[in-house]
């Protein structure tokens, strides 16, 4: 039996996709899935394997060594590699661009594309990433598409940077987050774009809880 509606929330790095997503699934009590997570644990595990992304056997034998699962603890979305807690480690830059990189590569895309499909079958899911609702499910109730200026982006992420702690350059932010965006939407399957059937939801100029009142005015709920 379905549990609810699925929700895709799709759109680049920094348009506020992880913080939108978290409290929608939070007012409907509904699973959250950050599929970047996945991408970034995979990432992780190239990077203290010495992996080069270039090497197939090597990634696919890798691939197959490699158990992720996310487990919900006390609202915060967990991300286990061979049952070590990565959650803080996948959350930098180098990881960020390392998994933007790997997640071009056919194979990784496959063996991630189960696990997330799994998580939503029954429903009752707000899912974010890049083709959520291109690829993962094509058939989700409602889709999103978040967008915003790359200032806008930058600024967010650097804040959000800074707020756990890391010490770094608004420019090289800003920088990082453009070779992202550009490797995300020119990757050859499965690229990050505005498509059609999704709504498309401009945050520049507008705050969170103003972007959420608006997703839950088209799904038809009020908080
Ligand atoms: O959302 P994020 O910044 O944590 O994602 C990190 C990278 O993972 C992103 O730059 C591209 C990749 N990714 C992807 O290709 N497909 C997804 N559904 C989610 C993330």
Known sequence: MKRGLIITVDGPAGAGKSTVSKMLAQLLSYIYLDTGALYRAVAYKFLIDNTAPDDEKALSELLMRMSISLKNKH???????????????????????????????????????????????????????????????????????????????????????????????????????????????????????????????DSTHMTISEVVEKMMSLIGVRK
């Open 75 to 201: 609202g915060t979305l967990n991300v286990f590699v061979n049952g070590e807690n990565v959650t803080d480690k996948i959350r930098n830059e180098k990881i960020g661009l390392l998994a933007s990189r790997i997640s071009a590569i056919a194979l990784v895309r496959a063996s991630l594309l189960s696990i997330q499909r799994n998580v939503g079958k029954r429903g009752g899911i707000v899912a974010e990433g890049r083709d959520m609702g291109t690829v993962v499910f094509p058939d989700a109730d409602y889709k999103f598409y978040l967008e915003a200026s790359v200032d806008v982006r930058a600024r967010r992420r650097y804040n959000e940077l800074c707020m756990r702690g890391s010490n770094v350059d608004y420019d090289e932010v800003e920088r990082d987050l453009i070779v992202r965006d550009r490797q995300d939407r020119e990757r050859e399957i499965a690229p990050l774009k505005a498509f059609d059937g999704a709504t498309i939801i």
